[in-house]
C-alpha cells in the first residue's frame, strides 16, 4: 500500500472530486443526471465546505498515486464518538479495477479504525446503485437494514442500503488477522470488553450522592459556599481569587452534550436532600483518543470526609467509560494536596507522572501529580467484568 498516499483533500482537488462522482451516488444523497437532480453549485458549496472545515475525527480525504493522480476520495461525515461509529462515502476512478479499489478502501478502513478510532462505519447505497458498491463487501462490510423509500428522486422512491463493518470484524476478518496473531494489537482492547451492566443502570446515583446538571437553584448556594471554601488553592491553576458570582452563573447556563461532548461537563455533587456540596467536570474532552481529565470540588470543610467526593468521582467514572466510551480517564493533583492524592489512589487512579513546577501558588512553585485510571482497569475494579 506504499504505493498510494491518502490526504486531507484542497479545494484544487474539488474539480477531480466531481468527476469520480459520475454515475454514482451523488453528494450526501444528490441525484446527478444531465438534466435532473442536485445543483451543481450546491454539491460544489458542500465539497468546499467539508475542505475547509476538517475535525479530529472526520474530514474529505483523497487517496493518490506516485505520481500525484487522485485514484479515490472519501469523505468521512456524521461522526458520532460517544457511540464509536460513523458514516462515510467511497468514490474511486471509473477505470480502476475491484481490486485496486479494494487496496484503496482497505487504506481508508485502516485510517478510521487504526488512526482515528472508530469502532463501527456505515456506507449508505441507493438500492439502485448498490453494484457500484460491491467493494465494500468483499472487504467484509454487511447489509444490515433496508431503509424502505427512504430516497425520493426523479418521482419515484427508492430503498436505501445500509452496510456496516465493525472493528471487531476488521481485525478479525481482514488483512490485519495476521496483525493481531504477532501481538501488535492486545487482547484488552475496548471493542472486546463486554461490561456485565443492565442498560437500565442508573449509572449517575449513589447511597450519599446524585450527580445533575447544575441549575439556576443553585447558583446562589454554590456562591455562598465559594466565598467560604479554600478550594481555589486546591483545585485551580488560575491566582487563588475570589469567584465572582457571573462566573458561577454561566455553569447554570451551559448545556452539557451529551452526544458530541463539546466544551466539557458539568454535574452538580447533590445529597439525597437536594442540597449541593460541589461539582464534577470533564475537561479536555478527547474523542479521538477517548480520554477525558476529571476535576473535582467540594466546597465546604464540614461536607469533606463524607465520602461524598470519592462517590462523586466514582459514579461519574462510571459514567465517562460506560456511557461516554472513554478509554481513559485522568486528573491532577498539586503536590500540597496530600489527602486528594491519597484519596484518588485508594479509589484506583494509579499515578502516572510528576508536571514538576507546573503550579505557581503564593510565591512558589509546586508540582502536579498526574493520576489515571484505563477503561478495563476500573470497570475490574467496579466487579463489572
Same mark, same amino acid.
Given at each position: ?46 465539497? &468546499?465546505? !467539508? %475542505? ?7 474530514? @474529505?480525504?483523497?487517496?493518490? #498515486? =506516485?505520481?500525484?493522480?487522485? $485514484? ?20 474511486? &476512478?471509473? !477505470? %480502476? ?7 484503496? @478502501?482497505?487504506?481508508?478502513? #485502516? =485510517?478510521?479504525?487504526?488512526? $482515528? ?20 463487501? &468483499? ?247
Amino acid at each position: 500500500m506504499n504505493q498510494y498516499n491518502l490526504r486531507l483533500a484542497k479545494q484544487s482537488d474539488i474539480q477531480t472530486i466531481l468527476t469520480l462522482y459520475e454515475g454514482k451516488i451523488d453528494y450526501k444523497f444528490g441525484s446527478k443526471s444531465p438534466s435532473i437532480g442536485c445543483n451543481d453549485e450546491i454539491i460544489l458549496e458542500n465539497l &468546499k465546505n !467539508d %475542505i475547509s472545515n476538517p475535525e479530529d475525527v472526520k474530514g @474529505l480525504y483523497v487517496i493518490e #498515486n =506516485l505520481n500525484k493522480n487522485i $485514484l479515490a476520495s472519501c469523505n468521512i461525515y456524521s461522526a458520532f464518538h460517544r457511540n464509536g461509529y460513523t458514516f462515510l462515502q467511497f468514490y474511486y &476512478k471509473k !477505470d %480502476i479495477n475491484e481490486t485496486t479499489a479494494k487496496e484503496l @478502501l482497505e487504506i481508508v478502513m #485502516n =485510517l478510521c479504525f487504526q488512526e $482515528l478510532n472508530y469502532n463501527k462505519l456505515n456506507i449508505d447505497v441507493r438500492s439502485t446503485q448498490i453494484e457500484f458498491y460491491s467493494v465494500f463487501i &468483499k472487504c467484509g462490510f454487511q447489509i444490515e437494514v433496508t431503509l424502505r423509500e427512504h430516497f425520493f428522486t426523479q418521482g419515484s422512491y427508492e430503498d436505501i442500503i445500509r452496510l456496516g463493518l465493525t472493528k471487531y470484524d476488521y481485525i478479525n476478518k481482514t488483512i490485519f488477522l495476521q496483525t493481531l496473531q504477532n501481538g501488535a494489537l492486545k487482547n484488552n482492547e475496548d471493542y472486546i470488553i463486554k461490561p456485565n451492566v443492565l442498560p437500565t443502570k442508573p449509572l449517575l446515583r449513589g447511597e450519599k450522592v446524585y450527580l445533575s446538571p447544575i441549575s439556576a437553584d443553585d447558583i446562589d448556594l454554590i456562591y455562598n459556599l465559594c466565598s467560604e471554601t479554600d478550594d481555589v488553592y486546591f483545585a485551580s491553576i488560575a491566582a487563588a481569587a475570589p469567584t465572582s458570582y457571573h462566573s458561577i452563573k454561566r455553569l447554570s447556563q451551559k448545556e452539557n452534550d451529551y452526544i458530541f461532548f463539546h466544551e466539557g461537563m458539568t454535574f452538580g455533587i447533590k445529597k439525597n436532600d437536594g442540597n449541593i456540596v460541589g461539582t464534577i467536570n470533564a475537561n479536555f474532552i478527547d474523542n479521538r483518543n477517548r480520554n477525558l481529565m476529571l476535576g473535582l470540588t467540594i466546597y465546604s470543610t464540614s461536607d469533606r470526609g463524607n465520602g461524598y467526593g470519592s462517590e462523586a468521582i466514582k459514579l461519574f467514572t462510571d459514567f465517562a467509560f460506560l456511557e461516554m466510551n472513554m478509554h481513559r480517564v485522568y486528573l491532577g493533583c498539586f503536590s500540597f494536596n496530600d489527602r486528594a492524592f491519597n484519596l484518588y489512589k485508594h479509589i484506583g487512579f494509579k499515578p502516572e507522572g510528576i508536571n514538576r513546577s507546573f503550579i505557581y501558588r503564593n510565591g512558589n512553585y509546586y508540582d502536579e501529580y498526574v493520576l489515571g485510571v484505563l477503561k478495563q482497569e476500573w470497570l475490574n475494579l467496579r466487579g463489572y467484568l
